[in-house]
Nanobody, 127 residues
Framework: QVQLVESGGGLVQAGGSLRLSCAASTRTFSSYNWGWFRQAPGKEREFVGAISWSGDSILYEVHADSVKGRFTISRDNAKNTVYLQMNSLKPEDTAVYYC?????????????????WGQGTQVTVSS
């Protein structure tokens, strides 16, 4: 089993930045495929970005068009933590953000393809 604990959400002004953290309990942290999703009230959970590493190299990295160029994903192996760096935030980025993990790459990025989920952290961007 894998527990994912998220932190780093908060209230920011449009144009500002936040970094979300997703700390994993597993010691096989580096072998997982990682995803970030978000869900606004009354809306479906939507894909934000995904990444997987092979050793120190990025095996793949993909971002939704709505965040491409503004959001990046990184990791700290010593802390078993994955990060979502969010820059140039917009009010439409307001949502609960979730990190997710799966052992295998299924080739898609639907929420149902991920096995483990963080508890979510609220990001609110004011205008």
């Amino acid at each position: 089993q894998v527990q994912l604990v998220e932190s780093g959400g908060g209230l920011v002004q449009a144009g500002g930045s936040l970094r979300l953290s997703c700390a994993a309990s597993t010691r096989t942290f580096s072998s997982y495929n990682w995803g970030w999703f978000r869900q606004a009230p009354g809306k479906e959970r939507e894909f934000v970005g995904a990444i997987s590493w092979s050793g120190d190299s990025i095996l793949y990295e993909v971002h939704a068009d709505s965040v491409k160029g503004r959001f990046t994903i990184s990791r700290d192996n010593a802390k078993n933590t994955v990060y979502l760096q969010m820059n140039s935030l917009k009010p439409e980025d307001t949502a609960v953000y979730y990190c997710a993990a799966r052992r295998y790459n299924s080739g898609g990025y639907s929420a149902s393809s991920y096995d483990y989920w963080g508890q979510g952290t609220q990001v609110t961007v004011s205008s």
